[in-house]
């Protein structure tokens, strides 16, 4: 059945959130949250909110749906001050419902502090059990909360020593804001598993999860967060102190170039629109085959395809039309829309595919659900030969770090092998990139990446029966 998020049979990987966090005198703070977070939205789109604090006290505006869903020009004119963090949420811990949305604000006898998380931790049971231990009980059952409570009620005299103090016992990823009344506080986890980005506007300081958001606001980009930064923000300017732990590797995830990130972003000096032409070109090398035409699934894998074609020096077409204004419905289609497939999301161009050999570049196949209809669909529109080519290699682990894949035992790849995967998809052949030349692509060193769920090398233990309902479940089993 189709998924209520328009993706036809919900064979897409899905993005954990993005956050924004502005120290902005003299800005229009949640404005500038609200056109980051706008550019943030492919990260997540269930929830979105905005708190904002003027060095008194903290406002806060959530609710489910996208971000221009979410705010009316009253709501962000109730949200005054000069700093805010903002949030667009994906569940991957905790359900999707209201009470879950993004930043949480939770009291302390240091004051309010208001909490924006990016990413999954693995040892969420553990830390809920420890803060049950102080007698507090979260109100929400998303790790984020967890983790400001923890912080709320760790011994310390400011908010920075209680954060040190907690950090080294949270493990998992998290790029996250906090933001108390008087100061904004970015932390990446020590193995800067989720991007996390510094700009500036003006005077202004903005920290965002892609370097897109910054672009759209009109600010420049300074530098990554570094892996175990704690940057704190206020009337002081910057400074930033790290998170002990000697355990810890970069582990950045290798699925932002491949997927998650926009093209248009920036992580690690490299443009992720760049590498994926990279990966098509690659692709190409390690997968050539006479065809007439090389087209993407868009709107993910078009770069990669214009490398691709690029280098086979095949022609660039589009045979696949995206519905670009599709996004979360809960009517689902009737038994008649229902066979008709992906065609709530792709339609076909039988004039540009009619008689051709067509090469059809994505960038991954996750549960295998989507792509037998993508390839029926271009036999139906008169493609002679449908030649799969992905920019990525087979996908045979599950992510616990901040990324909705698919439980193992539902991952194609960890089921099949790869003419088995053809054949069922009904393709005419089928290539996946390597892993070396994903690398290779991307340009960076691969000590740099997790590359988990191609090679099962977590960065840290992670738990493999780990459901994102788990503070649900343990609240039901008391
Ligand atoms: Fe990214 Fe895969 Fe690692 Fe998850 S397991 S963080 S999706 S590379």
């Given at each position: 059945?189709?998924?209520?998020?328009?993706d036809p049979?919900?064979d897409?990987?899905?993005e954990?959130?993005?956050v924004?966090?502005?120290?902005g005198?003299?800005?229009?703070v949640?404005?500038?949250?609200?056109?980051?977070?706008y550019?943030?939205?492919?990260?997540?789109?269930e929830?979105?909110g905005i708190?904002?604090?003027?060095?008194h006290r903290i406002?806060l505006?959530s609710d489910?749906?996208l971000v221009s869903?979410v705010f009316?020009?009253?709501?962000?004119?109730?949200?005054?001050?000069?700093?805010?963090?903002g949030?667009t949420?994906?569940?991957?811990?905790g359900?999707s419902c209201v009470?879950?949305?993004q930043p949480?604000c939770i009291?302390?006898d240091?004051?309010?502090?208001?909490?924006?998380?990016n990413?999954n931790?693995v040892?969420t049971?553990y830390?809920?059990?420890?803060?049950?231990?102080?007698g507090?009980t979260?109100?929400?059952?998303t790790d984020?909360?967890?983790?400001?409570?923890?912080?709320?009620?760790?011994p310390?005299?400011?908010w920075?020593?209680?954060?040190?103090?907690t950090m080294p016992?949270?493990?998992?990823?998290?790029s996250?804001?906090?933001?108390?009344p008087r100061?904004?506080i970015?932390i990446?986890?020590?193995y800067?598993?989720?991007?996390?980005?510094l700009?500036?506007l003006?005077?202004?300081?903005?920290?965002?999860?892609?370097?897109?958001a910054?672009d759209?606001?009109g600010?420049?980009?300074?530098?990554e967060i570094?892996r175990?930064?704690?940057?704190?923000i206020?009337?002081?300017?910057?400074r930033?102190?790290?998170?002990?732990?000697?355990?810890?590797?970069?582990a950045?995830?290798?699925?932002?170039?491949?997927y998650?990130a926009r093209p248009?972003?920036?992580?690690?000096?490299?443009l992720?629109y760049?590498?994926?032409?990279?990966?098509g070109?690659?692709?190409?090398?390690?997968?050539?085959?006479?065809?007439?035409l090389?087209?993407p699934?868009p709107d993910?894998a078009?770069?990669?395809?214009?490398?691709?074609?690029?280098?086979?020096?095949l022609?660039?077409?589009e045979?696949?039309?995206?519905?670009r204004y599709?996004?979360?419905?809960?009517?689902?289609?009737?038994?008649?829309?229902?066979?008709?497939?992906?065609?709530l999301k792709?339609?076909?161009l039988p004039?540009?595919?009619?008689?051709k050999r067509?090469?059809v570049?994505?960038d991954s196949?996750?549960?295998?659900?989507t792509?037998?209809s993508?390839?029926a669909?271009?036999?139906?529109?008169?493609?002679?030969?449908?030649?799969m080519?992905?920019?990525?290699?087979p996908?045979?682990n599950?992510?616990?770090?901040g990324?909705?894949?698919?439980r193992?035992?539902?991952l194609?790849?960890a089921?099949?092998?790869i003419?088995s995967?053809?054949?069922h998809?009904?393709?005419d052949s089928?290539g996946y990139?390597?892993?070396?030349?994903?690398i290779?692509?991307?340009g960076?060193p691969?000590?740099?990446?997790c590359?988990?769920?191609f090679?099962?090398?977590?960065p840290?233990?992670?738990?493999?029966?780990?459901?994102?309902?788990?503070?649900?479940g343990?609240?039901?089993?008391?």
């Amino acid at each position: 059945m189709p998924r209520p998020d328009g993706d036809p049979a919900g064979d897409r990987m899905h993005e954990a959130c993005g956050v924004i966090g502005i120290f902005g005198p003299g800005e229009e703070v949640a404005r500038l949250a609200f056109f980051g977070l706008y550019a943030l939205q492919h990260r997540g789109q269930e929830s979105a909110g905005i708190a904002t604090a003027d060095g008194h006290r903290i406002g806060l505006y959530s609710d489910m749906g996208l971000v221009s869903q979410v705010f009316s020009e009253d709501d962000l004119a109730g949200l005054t001050g000069h700093m805010a963090i903002g949030h667009t949420r994906y569940s991957t811990t905790g359900s999707s419902c209201v009470e879950n949305a993004q930043p949480i604000c939770i009291e302390s006898d240091l004051g309010p502090i208001a909490i924006a998380h990016n990413g999954n931790l693995v040892n969420t049971s553990y830390l809920a059990e420890r803060l049950e231990e102080r007698g507090d009980t979260p109100l929400t059952t998303t790790d984020s909360e967890i983790i400001g409570r923890l912080c709320a009620t760790a011994p310390g005299r400011d908010w920075v020593e209680r954060i040190r103090h907690t950090m080294p016992f949270v493990k998992g990823a998290y790029s996250m804001v906090m933001m108390s009344p008087r100061q904004l506080i970015a932390i990446r986890d020590p193995y800067g598993i989720r991007p996390l980005c510094l700009g500036r506007l003006g005077k202004s300081w903005i920290v965002a999860s892609e370097s897109c958001a910054l672009d759209t606001i009109g600010a420049e980009l300074l530098r990554e967060i570094q892996r175990g930064e704690i940057l704190i923000i206020d009337e002081g300017g910057p400074r930033s102190c790290h998170i002990d732990d000697p355990d810890a590797r970069a582990a950045l995830c290798i699925f932002e170039y491949i997927y998650f990130a926009r093209p248009d972003s920036v992580i690690d000096d490299t443009l992720v629109y760049l590498a994926r032409e990279r990966m098509g070109a690659t692709l190409a090398q390690e997968h050539p085959v006479e065809a007439d035409l090389v087209m993407p699934v868009p709107d993910s894998a078009t770069p990669a395809a214009v490398g691709y074609a690029r280098a086979s020096g095949l022609p660039y077409r589009e045979g696949l039309i995206k519905n670009r204004y599709i996004g979360r419905t809960f009517i689902q289609p009737d038994q008649r829309l229902r066979e008709s497939g992906v065609k709530l999301k792709f339609n076909p161009l039988p004039d540009v595919l009619n008689g051709k050999r067509v090469v059809v570049v994505d960038d991954s196949i996750v549960r295998g659900t989507t792509t037998p209809s993508t390839v029926a669909l271009l036999r139906r529109a008169g493609a002679r030969e449908v030649h799969m080519r992905v920019t990525s290699p087979p996908m045979v682990n599950s992510c616990y770090l901040g990324i909705d894949t698919a439980r193992r035992e539902e991952l194609i790849a960890a089921n099949m092998d790869i003419p088995s995967i053809c054949r069922h998809i009904g393709a005419d052949s089928l290539g996946y990139l390597s892993l070396h030349g994903l690398i290779e692509s991307i340009g960076l060193p691969g000590d740099r990446f997790c590359q988990a769920c191609f090679n099962g090398d977590y960065p840290m233990p992670v738990q493999l029966d780990l459901d994102k309902l788990v503070l649900e479940g343990a609240r039901r089993a008391r």
